[in-house]
């Protein structure tokens, strides 16, 4: 019932076939109603282009697909048979470098859009819902590639699908390892993730504070001193604080701390935090290279390079930043260097680092993307050691097993409603204060499996900010049940005795469970939630932010 179908280099021609064995390969499959595996075994060293299986499936009324989104912005969220699954707005597929621009952070250079009803896809991992049956296909091959799963549920389509794209095939090599369960929600989760290897902190909770979303790059060493003070109030419910962006020199300078920012150093403000009793946490980009950094200017031959040998551009904030090619020598000593110093001489406990997606932009090296970035996460799990690593922007599948921490939303905005490019659609990375709920919601079950959640933050305060009162409690609400890494960027020391009580009540993990969560309709969602054995149901509209009464 299977077509398998191959796409390959030979000379200048990409060739098509549905052949299980020819000259170039031959496959190995084990298919079985519990996995699917296929091996490519090469007759000789030839590239590959594409590699997808074709399948009939018996999609039913009320079935809902669950589209997981490529990195930790993308959306994410069941969809029905009518639904669309929309790509970057037509407006930069008129023009090919507003398309270059939106979809720069996005899946949409390794798959298509149809946005056509009922058409979709799902990196790493699927599954379809109909009531309280669940169907799961999980990969347990993304070190060798991205793994897709992509439907047309009104022509009981389904496919299983490899991102081949630049892989030079010259030993055996794993295309796909499906497993499938069937069974109710958190049932078929734990099986899936039963079978992968993860690491003992996904168990853990971090609650505390980072300092972007009131600051941003605008932060100093006094700033982060008075909100490192403003939290004395909570302090038993605080264990961690984290610096974001804006410390260093320029993005890529990441030994060269600001000195009229941060006059007593990075080391000086990891040893306040300890003697808070808190743990300390940075921010870094490790790929992300500022085009006019002083590591750019000095090492142009350390940046990941297009067809044309020109610098590639990875990341469209800072004014452009370019991509630190791990392949190269130098980058890894240079890199270990610098976790070295973060990590040990400036003696910070956790590292959140950003903009991964970057590295694996461009299939090289014969590697196809998802191989590149699997090699990215295992250096940097080397370079961090038995340290904290928060994830951020990263391809999800590859970082399974890698991050102790994953942030599995957007960033919100600081206006609830969205600004413009929020309701244009740009992208299905952009901020968004919604997005952030719908991806906390919908990836619940990674939550203590793969990794601590990281919902983004929540808002308290009353200043910097326009959310209603409502909506910084709905926020904070759904983070809290659908997250372990709980973290505001207030000055907690503005609070008045109300916002006190709430920062307490939503730094203490609940332990209260969803056990159902659907769209009622486009803008409203419906929680079944259970708590000391006594069921509730609780409504909101995701795009107000109010709840239903």
């Not at 951020?392 to 942030?407: H, K, L, W």
Request: charged letters at 30%; hydrophobic letters at 35%; a neutral charge.
């Amino acid at each position: 019932m299977k077509k398998f179908v191959i796409k390959y280099k030979a000379g200048n021609k990409i060739v098509t076939t549905n052949e299980t064995e020819n000259s170039f390969y031959s496959l190995s499959i084990l298919d079985t109603k519990e996995r699917f595996t296929v091996t490519l075994n090469p007759k000789k060293t030839f590239e590959l282009v594409d590699f997808y299986v074709e399948m009939p499936y018996e999609f039913k009324k009320g079935d809902k697909f669950f589209n997981a989104g490529y990195q930790s912005w993308t959306v994410s969220k069941e969809m029905s048979e009518d639904d669309i699954l929309k790509g970057t707005i037509k407006l930069a597929n008129i023009n090919k470098k507003l398309k270059y621009i939106a979809s720069m952070t996005s899946d949409e250079r390794i798959t298509d859009y149809s946005e056509k009803p009922g058409e979709f896809h799902s990196h790493g991992y699927t599954y379809v819902r109909n009531g309280d049956n669940v169907r799961l296909w999980g990969s347990l091959a993304d070190d060798t590639g991205y793994t897709f799963f992509k439907v047309r549920m009104k022509d009981n389509y389904f496919s299983y699908r490899k991102d081949a794209l630049g892989k030079f095939v010259t030993t055996a090599w794993k295309v796909f390892d499906i497993v499938y369960f069937e069974g109710g929600y958190e049932e078929v989760f734990d099986k899936y993730f039963g079978m992968r290897k993860m690491p003992e902190t996904r168990f853990g909770t971090m609650s505390g504070y980072t300092s972007w979303y009131n600051y941003f790059q605008d932060i100093n060493e006094e700033i982060i001193l008075r909100d490192l003070n403003g939290l004395d109030f909570a302090k038993e419910d605080v264990s961690i604080f984290q610096i974001d962006d804006g410390y260093e020199t320029f993005v890529g300078d990441w030994l060269d701390p600001n000195p009229s920012r941060f006059p007593h150093g990075m080391g000086y403000i990891a040893e306040k935090i300890h003697d808070k009793g808190y743990k300390a946490g940075i921010w870094l980009a490790p790929f992300s290279c500022q085009k006019i950094s002083r590591t750019a200017k000095e090492h142009p031959d350390w940046l990941v390079q297009d067809e044309n040998g020109k610098p590639y551009q990875g990341v469209l904030a800072w004014g452009g930043a370019y991509i630190l090619d791990i392949y190269n020598d130098e980058v890894r000593a240079y890199l270990k260097q610098v976790f070295d110093t973060v990590l040990n001489e400036w003696k910070f406990d956790m590292v959140k680092l950003d903009f991964l997606y970057s590295q694996c932009i461009l299939p090289r090296n014969g590697k196809c993307r998802g191989e590149i970035m699997h090699d990215a996460m295992v250096l940097l799990r080397e370079l961090v050691g038995d340290k904290l690593l928060l994830g951020c922007g990263v391809p999800m599948s590859t970082c399974f097993g890698y991050v102790d921490a994953c942030r599995i939303s957007c960033d919100v905005d600081l206006t609830y409603k969205g600004k413009i490019y929020n309701h244009l659609n740009v992208s299905n990375e952009i901020l968004s204060a919604q997005h952030a709920i719908n991806n906390s919601i919908f990836r619940r079950h990674l939550n203590g499996r793969a990794f601590m959640n990281d919902p983004d933050v929540f808002f308290l305060r009353k200043n910097n900010l326009k959310f209603t009162e409502e909506q910084k409690l709905l926020l904070a609400k759904i983070n809290n049940l659908c997250g372990n890494v709980l973290f505001i960027s207030d000055n907690a020391g503005d609070y008045d005795a109300e916002q006190r009580k709430h920062l307490i009540n939503f730094f203490r993990k609940t332990d209260e469970k969803i056990l159902f969560a659907e769209y009622t309709d486009k803008d409203n969602i419906v929680l079944i939630t259970e708590k000391d054995g006594k069921e509730s149901t609780f409504s909101f509209n995701i795009k107000k932010g109010t709840v239903n009464k």
